[in-house]
């Protein structure tokens, strides 16, 4: 039985200190031999190309790319390699992950400096990196997935009301993804084998719920992670624990961030 911690949506510096903490917690009890940052991990302030767009430089005041990778490793990344010496660790690229390679395409000089996977020294941590976009000869891009026994896992692209049944009908397999922030479980069957079906689930995220690009409108997003378990045959089980002020239950016991 393979066990999967899947991270989602984190975010960094914008996470939620009460929902990491419980998560990490919990790893220490669930002792996972996978880990899996899925996405967005880092929010990637510094090289945010939607606010430079918009001419909002006051938002980069004092904040400061190099000084932000530094604070992840410390809050992000050193915790699970304590907590998981042994674990096969990924790191999924998420489209804020992706803004580094905006700002490369503008000044193509800093190839190799700033992108997060380099940045970090992930290769030398030990950490597996899979890009968000993975571009091929001729400009082609395919999107970035990880394979667990029979369920694909990817960051994520939509983000319409119902985003589970988008991602059934263009992926046609079994997926886990994050990206929406919120819980949502689509089931998709086929006339050709009425008996078959595959799933897909996005697992809600590990950021703060209310953003100042919402200006507090009421959104759906819910703190909650990936729980994965695999046979040996592929098959497989996912949960998401929903975690509600930093406490949740999970195979009747109760964790909680204090």
Not at 33 to 41: N, Q, R, S
Not at 80 to 105: Q, S, T, W
Not at 140 to 168: C, D, P, Q, W
């Amino acid at each position: 039985m393979l066990k999967t911690i899947l991270l989602p949506d984190i975010h960094h510096p914008y996470h939620n200190k009460k929902a990491w903490l419980v998560v990490l917690k919990f790893i220490k009890w669930f002792k996972p031999h996978i880990v899996v940052l899925a996405g967005d991990a880092l929010e990637m302030r510094a090289v945010d190309h939607w606010k430079k767009e918009k001419g909002n430089l006051k938002y980069f005041e004092g904040i400061r790319l190099l000084s932000d990778y530094q604070q992840f490793i410390k809050d992000i990344l050193e915790p699970l390699e304590k907590l998981c010496p042994r674990a096969r660790k990924i790191y999924m690229g998420g489209n804020h992950e992706v803004f580094a390679d905006c700002v490369i395409e503008e000044n193509p000089n800093l190839e190799g400096m700033i992108e997060p996977e380099k940045a970090l020294k992930l290769k030398e941590r030990g950490w597996e990196w899979i890009p968000y976009l993975i571009r091929g000869r001729h400009g082609s891009v395919r999107k970035g997935m990880l394979k667990i026994g029979k369920l694909t896992i990817v960051h994520g692209e939509y983000t319409n009301k119902f985003h589970a049944s988008k991602t059934a009908d263009c992926y046609l397999k079994s997926v886990l993804y994050c990206h929406t922030h919120d819980l949502q479980v689509f089931t998709k069957v086929t006339a050709e084998d009425p008996s078959d079906y595959h799933t897909c689930t996005s697992m809600g995220c590990l950021c703060d719920k209310s953003p100042q690009y919402l200006w507090g409108r009421p959104n759906r997003w819910v703190h909650a992670f990936g729980i994965l378990y695999t046979r040996e045959n592929g098959l497989f089980n996912i949960y998401t624990p929903v975690i509600i002020n930093g406490t949740f239950t999970y195979a009747g016991k109760t964790f909680s961030y204090k």
